[in-house]
Each structure stands twice: as C-alpha cells, then as structure tokens.
C-alpha cells in the first residue's frame, strides 16, 4: 500500500533520548525526511536522508536508515521541553518532482 | 527572506460555497505543491506546478484545481465544498535543481473550516 507508517505517541522526561521510528513504503524512495510540527503551526524541516546513507547526524539529531527493512528512526539526544511536537516521517517517490508521502505523525510529550 | 506565505491564515464557508487560497513561495524557487492536512492526520499530495502548469496529482477529485502565476506563485480552488473539506492546507515550495529535489519548505498553512 501506499502507507508510511508511525506509532503515535511517544513520552519521555526531559534530558532523556526519544527515538521516533517509521516504516515506509517504496524501496526506491530516494530521499527520507523528517518533519516537525508545532501546535497551530506548518511543517518544519528538520533533516533528511539520502537513500544510499545508512546515518546521518546533525547536533542532537541522528538519523538510522535501514533500507532492507525500509526503516527509518529519528533519535534527539538530550530531549528539551521545546522538542514536543508531532514528527512526521515523508518518503519522497520519483526523482522529478516532489511528492512526499507522509505518516500519521508520532506525538512526541516531553514531561520536565 | 519570507519564506513559504500562503493567505488567509483562517477561513470559515459554508457548504456548497467555493474558496480561494493562495500562495508565495520562497524566494528563488519555482514549484509549488500543495497538500491537505486533516484533523490527526500526515499532509496529503493535492498536485505540484511548476511552469504554470499541473505536473504531478494526488488523488483529489476535480472540485480541487489549481493555478501558478509568472512570479510563481499559486492559488489552490476548491469547488462545491464538502464538510469533510475542512483541513489545514500546506503550500510547500522548492526549486528544479539538475532536475533533482531535495528539499520543500512549508508555509504555516491556511486552516479552513466548512460549515
């Protein structure tokens, strides 16, 4: 099908690790993303991955990419209060033109 | 620089009523795609322009159509609205570079609410 697929909610308490995991469908997806959004707010793009990585790390932000599963996680080391929001994980299929396929979006509550 | 805006931020209408949304993209991109995001739910690809024309679509029926202007621009229409219409929606905007994307940038959407 056409899913990508989150769990919804995640709670961790503040200075701890959150590791935000996602399936997605389509094995030549080239690019993998991940989007953050606050209440009441657009998507921000936090970071990505291209498909011929297995990591990529940017500060508190590790991306693990696992094409044989298609499996991607999105770890925030040093969970703050500010980092609750929803995570969205996106594929990108096809290389012209954009057309993100998105998951349900995980609830990330970060308890002080 | 301003970023994806899109306008109105809020919208209320009534069913069966028609409604205009619009968008401007960064500056320096050329595409425009625009996306539905319902109540606890991930965005959906509505359609992409690029070169004032439709390139890509979502599975939207053709109540939803769509408009890119020379500056690039674009306006989403919906036609005969339905209840179930009513969703955030997102502009997202990027640039053709060697043909190859990799990244959007998404304006704060326009909420709209049919009653």
């Known amino acids: 099908g056409e899913d990508v697929e989150q769990s919804l909610f995640l709670s961790v308490r503040e200075g701890d690790s959150s590791v935000i995991n996602c399936t997605y469908t389509?094995?030549?997806?080239?690019?993998l993303y991940w989007y953050k959004q606050e209440p009441g707010a657009g998507l921000q793009l936090l970071t990505y991955?291209?498909?011929?990585?297995d990591m990529k790390q940017d500060q508190r932000l590790t991306v693990l990419l696992n094409k044989k599963d298609k499996h991607l996680s999105l770890r925030i080391a040093d969970t703050q209060t500010g980092d609750s929001a929803i995570y969205f994980c996106?594929?990108?299929?096809?290389?012209?033109?954009?057309?993100?396929?998105f998951g349900s979006g995980t609830k990330l509550n970060v308890k002080p | 620089d301003a970023g994806v805006t899109q306008s109105p931020t809020h919208l209320i209408k009534t069913r069966g009523q028609q409604v205009t949304l619009r968008c401007s993209p960064k500056?320096?991109?050329?595409?425009v795609s625009w996306y539905q995001q319902a109540l606890g739910q991930g965005p959906q690809f509505i359609f992409q322009?690029?070169?004032?024309?439709?390139?890509q679509r979502g599975n939207f029926p053709d109540r939803f159509s769509g408009h890119q202007f020379p500056n690039y621009s674009s306006e989403l229409n919906v036609n005969a609205l339905l209840l179930g219409d009513s969703a955030l929606y997102l502009c997202?905007?990027?640039?053709?570079?060697?043909?190859?994307?990799?990244?959007?940038?998404f304006g704060q959407g326009t909420r709209l609410t049919v009653v």
């Open positions: 997202a905007s990027s640039w053709i570079s060697d043909l190859i994307y990799t990244e959007a940038f």
């Open positions: 389509d094995s030549s997806s080239t690019y």
């Open positions: 991955i291209f498909s011929n990585m």
């Open positions: 996106a594929e990108r299929r096809g290389n012209n033109f954009n057309k993100f396929y």
């Open positions: 500056s320096g991109h050329d595409t």
């Open positions: 322009y690029y070169e004032e024309e439709e390139r």
